[in-house]
């Protein structure tokens, strides 16, 4: 049995050596007997290393020795309110690279693999490092490997391998999996991991959002302080003067001057009459004197509205300043106000949101490691590798003969 085993695997395709030696000695022919020997020996010793040992190794781990992982799957689509349905034109130029923009799905997976999601995990509550040291894993299967130490660097690669986020492009769905030695354990790192997602997606709302308004509400604050300066402005130049308006009280002013010019010409008709009936009248001293009185009142008032120092000409163009400049600044505060709204309503348009599809499932049977598959993927890789080997030493064999 072991002969024809010997044989069917590790026997010279080419024929016996004694033939193509053609007599040439039996020395010539018993070393080249012994290189056959030493070759079928290697190829022994390589059909145990690389399919017999790995295999056996394969059966007993993941037969015996390999502890269950459960997973929980949830998935998530990112959207904006600017979000618009891309067309197959759309994909094509994404695909080659002519989009303008990363799509906003993007940056959330990154997140979920970064390492900022296992510090958020952490002061959470959630500790990423317990889970994957399960006592109930294997010494294989848990944190840290065999051949790394208990680092950070070491737990963040754990961590990629225990974790996955795929995106379907046609659809925009994130899918998130996450495989742990517990049932809870999965379910909770999947779900507090979509909660830290999309808390760190608030985050970045808020923040283009005070972006996009920062220069707005500098803008209105600067306006409300204007118009503050000129109404305050505006008051102490009321309390110095004494005056609410100059501008009605010249109205006042005006009116008052129309009507001492009126009784000036009713005098002064008076006047006229009286010469030319009495020229002796005795009244005449009394009217003369009414409209030189008359004349000087309305100097009094013209000088009040024009011409000295404290007239309310200087007055009234003061004002006029003060009341220009409390308007302009009402202006700019509702331009100011305008802008704001308008780029608030902006960055509202460009917030992104987190949608749950299908919440966190709660695994109730264990769906990792698939042994059977595993144990056959190691047989397979075994004896591809080792029909590499035999490939080469043949090869090698018939050179050396």
């Not at 072991?2 to 050596?17: R, T, Y």
């Not at 501008?247 to 006047?271: C, F, H, M, P």
């Not at 009286?274 to 008032?301: F, M």
């Not at 202006?331 to 509202?348: F, K, P, W």
């Amino acid at each position: 049995m072991k002969e024809s085993f010997k044989k069917l695997f590790f026997s010279d395709p080419l024929g016996s050596a004694g033939s193509r030696t053609g007599g040439g000695g039996a020395s010539q022919a018993e070393a080249i007997f012994a290189a056959r020997r030493r070759h079928s020996r290697w190829r022994i010793v390589a059909f145990l290393l690389l399919v017999v040992i790995p295999s056996s190794f394969a059966v007993v781990f993941y037969g015996l020795l390999a502890a269950p992982r459960y997973a929980s799957e949830t998935r998530i689509v990112v959207r904006s309110a600017s979000t618009v349905r891309m067309t197959g034109l759309d994909l094509l130029f994404r695909t080659i690279g002519f989009s303008k923009a990363v799509d906003d799905a993007y940056v959330v997976r990154d997140y979920l693999l970064s390492r900022d999601i296992l510090r958020d995990l952490d002061a959470a509550g959630v500790s990423v490092r317990e889970i994957f040291m399960h006592p109930q894993a294997d010494r294989l299967s848990r944190h840290p490997r065999l051949w790394r130490q208990d680092t950070q660097e070491a737990l963040y690669e754990y961590f990629l391998d225990r974790v996955s986020v795929t995106e379907d492009d046609a659809k925009g769905i994130l899918t998130l999996r996450v495989i742990a030695f517990a049932a809870d354990d999965a379910h909770a790192l999947a779900q507090t991991m979509v909660r830290l997602a999309e808390a760190m997606v608030n985050r970045m709302n808020g923040r283009s959002q005070r972006d996009a308004t920062a220069s707005s509400e500098e803008e209105v604050r600067l306006a409300r302080k204007e118009i503050a300066d000129a109404q305050m402005a505006l008051t102490t130049f009321r309390n110095r003067e004494a005056l609410i308006d100059p501008s009605k009280s010249s109205l006042a002013v005006i009116e008052t001057i129309g009507q001492l010019s009126t009784d000036l010409s009713y005098v002064r008709a008076e006047l006229a009459q009286v010469q030319k009936n009495s020229p002796g009248s005795p009244i005449l001293p009394s009217l003369q004197s009414r409209i030189a009185a008359l004349e000087g009142r309305i100097q009094i008032e013209q000088r009040k509205i024009a011409g000295a120092e404290g007239s309310l000409s200087n007055k009234i163009a003061a004002y006029d300043q003060l009341s220009l400049r409390r308007a302009i600044a009402e202006q700019r505060l509702t331009a100011a106000i305008g802008s704001l709204e308008a780029a608030a309503q902006e960055a509202r348009r460009q917030h992104i949101y987190i949608e749950q599809v299908v919440a966190p499932a709660w695994p109730d049977a264990s769906t990792e490691p698939r042994r059977i598959r595993a144990i056959i993927t190691v047989l397979v890789a075994g004896f591809m590798l080792f029909g590499v080997y035999w490939i080469f030493s043949v090869a090698a064999e018939e050179h050396a003969q």
